[in-house]
């Protein structure tokens, strides 16, 4: 039985990260934590691009152009969508979700999801950095572990 399981390694990948600037403060938490990530695992500075789009339903547009350029082994979408008192955050949240799923599917290499949905700041503020983790840190995570499972799949 041939079993396929990505390796947790950045050496000689390229990573383009999009992040939104809505939100920054928390957002900006969030590339902290892919970047950290990224380097821990041999990431060098310089196969790394990080592009700041105003909010976060710009990054499907610019993760398609980004996935097109034939530059990277995977994207990494960093941003926080906070409920407020609208319907905003239910529109926001959910044409991100399918404009990253369906640019998932299409594309070539990984498109990971580290958008960051909580219905408060203090839970936007947790998957940040403090006691729920770091959403930014896992995206990185799973960006070099499905670039590698894109790359042995591609080989076998």
Known sequence: MKVYEGKIKGKDLRFGIIVSRFNEFISKKLLEGAID?????????????????????????L??????SGRFDALICLGAVIRGDTFHFELVSNQVSRGI???????????????VTADNLEQAIERAGTKAGNRG??????AMEMANLYKEIHET
């Open 63 to 68: 993760a398609s152009r980004l996935a097109k």
């Open 137 to 142: 840190w896992d995206a990185a995570i799973a």
């Open 101 to 115: 799923s369906a640019l998932a599917l299409r594309e070539k290499i990984p498109i990971i999801f580290g958008i």
């Open 37 to 61: 990530a990224l380097n821990r695992h041999e990431v060098r500075e310089e196969d790394m691009e990080v592009v700041w789009v105003p909010g976060s339903f710009e990054i499907p547009p």
